[in-house]
RNA sequence: GGGCGUUUAGCUCAGUGGUAGAGCGUUCCGUUCACAUCGGAGAGGUCGCAGGUUCGAUCCCUGCAACGCCCACCA
């Protein structure tokens, strides 16, 4: 007879076998089932397991033999954290609801990837560095200088990065390190900079003077979603430029007048019909002005005196509307915000200024009212200043403007490129309603200013001649010759995360992880962020690709405080999850941020519910640990007994219900059904029920029993696995160290 | 001004067109038993309010209220 012959499958699998039993060898003694699940020095041994074994990355799962060469993709970008410090509760729910996709979907035998990376945060990172630093050397980053500043920034980014892939590590999340890629490192700035040409070649990126959010205590520009409305209450004054003009105006900010070269009215308005278009000569303040009186439909009628002084240097309402009426820019108010008319005000702050005025206006008998309304202040998010609007030549993308659609070919502007995405089905926003709010959001998008008078970032590939600064070279590298200067300015820091998806992938180049795993399956982030980056996202992959970056978008809700409050190191209510890992295993930690959160819904953290879980984990082992005990050496291993039908058949039912939940993004609901039935179906009923016969049954009876407990742990630890993975595969090994649950068929 | 979410046990939250669920807490009983980080038993809820649809509503519809969030920005 010819010896059996070994396909290479075979002898593939045999490998991996002696492989694993190997690695779990040197890790634990196989033969011990532990009294107690000790989550500290397992949870680091099984980590260190997978990554060992290697199956993190796809390419090694189809070398092993675990996953099929041609099998169907599934790709997440990891959000990337900001390299400004340390993770928190948010973070951990990110990493815990993306490993459990990962995991289920490398289970089920998809070539699976899931690419990590960090972010360098531009302006968060910066201002971070900038107030140690005043803390500590009372230096401010001017006193350092760019290249000794950028190199303290450098330094912080590069320690907390240390901290963060430790801490995500520590939570088990099963990324594909060998790909791991940073917003800032030199492929990822090569994206960048081709990005950029690429856009200010299809006329999408423009230089212009526009009227921005100036933030004069970061000393930047800042974009419209930087900005944090605060409520407060201001006087309205109501009063008139000087005695001979015919109209009464209202404002809060009387400073900003010396800037006004119109005044508007709605063209409905009886009462100033007569005035529209004429133009006046006044004397305010001192100050000589020409106003035009114009008609706009922007001018609500009903509001103060139903005319509006247009300042358009400082107010982007106002700027807007001098476009549509050809009105000149009167600039009276500096980065600084100070007063820049001569004058007995010159070089004043604007609330000195505006004091001033009033007293002025009161003396000359021109102010009519005074009133005291709450209004809506614009600040910056990062520095909580007063935002400043003023003009400023700055780096723009257009998004109203026609361009040639790579897909299409058609002529589109960017808002509806980003509109079809979603609307055409390409893109499915979960939960649904987040569609609406984000088509909400680009109805009100304007033009994005992506230039920022930071040091710390992608620096502007624009190089200005130095004899000619009016001549510029826009390239991906440096023009020849050293007669150019780079523009000193960097880029807002979501252009960068706006190309991750398939910057991740070394785009331009046309690697092979481009073409397998982009677009990416799915998109996993909080709903915080569904502007700043899901739609800078979409705007910057479908522009550039022609594809949309992914295929659904999943948002979970923020991580709470018990109070309902967000979770901050400044009000000292955060709860740490490494913190909670270390105390309850990352097991635990990651199925209290599981389970009863459902999508989009905010969730509120404590440590009891921690705790439950880990109680949780310690039954789970327990469980394992009474099966194996009831293993008798030499114990015949039948196929499970007929008569358990029934338990097999719950088992079965179990199994779809959590596999169509796990689909379905209702990973809350799969969670809950298999804690369930593992504690109280599997344990409190079936076990209970079952033990007797694994003490004083017949050997048959013993051995029957315990196949069908071990089939049904052992097919609940599978299911378990994405959610629990360090305690599920500590049992599984106890049960096949020759195996790693991690790559087991789901 | 526009939009969205939430309202369910003492607390934090899931869930469902047909006698209501989890964690924690609480009461009683039980430790030579895999597990006291446990087991068993229990108390505790007119599922925010008012209408409507339905044989039947906590769930669907309408209105209202309270709390929270997002967007716009009336200058």
Known sequence: MDPPVKSEDDKKK???????????????????FETRYDHIKSDSEIYKLWEDAGYFNPDICIEKGVTAPDAESFSIILPPPNVTGELHMGHAAMLAIEDVMVRYHRM????????????????????????????????NRHDLGREEFLKRVNAFAQESH?????????????????????TLDETRSFAVRTAFKKMYDMGLIYRGNRVVNWDPKGQTTISDDEIVYEERSAKLYTFRYDKSFPISISTTRPETKFGDTAVAVHPDDPRYKDFIGKEYDVLFCGAPLHIKIIADDAVEKDFGTGALGVTPAHSSIDWEMAQRHDLPLLQVIDEYARMTIAGPINGKKTTEAREWIVEELKKDNLLEREEVVTQN?????????????????????AVNKKFKDVKSGEEKTLK??????????????????????????????????????????????VWYKK????????????????????DADTLDTWFSSGLWPFSVFNWPKETDDFKTYFPNSVLETGYDILFFWVARMILMTTCLTGEVPFRKVYLHGLVRDIKGQKMSKSKGNGIDPLEMANKYG???????????????????????????????????????????????EGMEKTAINEKYKEYIDELEALKSETTKHIDDFEFHLAAEKIYHYVWHTLADKIIETEKEKMKDGADIEK??????????????????????????EAVYQKFHPEKILMVEQW
């Open 14 to 32: 045999t490998k991996l076998q002696i492989f694993h039993k190997i690695a779990y060898n040197t890790l634990m003694n196989e033969n011990e």
């Open 108 to 139: 089920r035998g998809k070539r699976t990837l899931w690419v990590p990376g960090t972010d360098h945060a531009a302006i968060a990172t910066q201002s971070k560095v900038e107030k140690m630093i005043v803390k500590e050397e009372k230096k």
């Open 162 to 182: 240390d901290t963060i892939v430790k801490q995500v590590k520590r939570l088990g999340a099963s990324l594909d390190w060998s790909r791991e890629t940073y």
């Open 377 to 397: 202040i614009s600040t910056a998010e990062r520095t909580g200043a007063i935002v400043e609007p003023l003009p400023k030549l700055q780096w723009f993308i």
């Open 416 to 461: 509806e490129l980003m509109k079809e995405s979603v609307t055409g089905g390409e893109i499915q926003i979960l939960p649904d309603r987040f569609e609406k709010i984000y088509f909400n959001w680009i109805d009100n998008l304007r033009d994005w200013c992506i230039s920022r008078q930071i040091w710390f970032g992608h620096q502007i590939p």
């Open 467 to 486: 004899s000619n600064p009016e001549e510029f070279f826009v390239g991906v590298e440096a023009p020849e010759g050293d007669n150019w200067i780079q």
């Open 586 to 632: 990352a097991d635990a930690t990651r199925l209290s941020l599981i389970i009863g959160a459902a999508p989009g819904n905010d969730i509120k953290i404590s440590e009891d519910r921690i705790r439950g879980y880990r109680n949780f984990s310690t039954k789970i082992w327990n469980i394992a640990r009474f099966i194996r005990m009831n293993y008798a």
């Open 703 to 728: 051995a029957e029993t315990y196949v069908l407990l071990e089939h049904l742990l052992l097919e609940s630890m599978k299911l378990l696995h994405p959610f629990m993975p360090f305690v599920t």
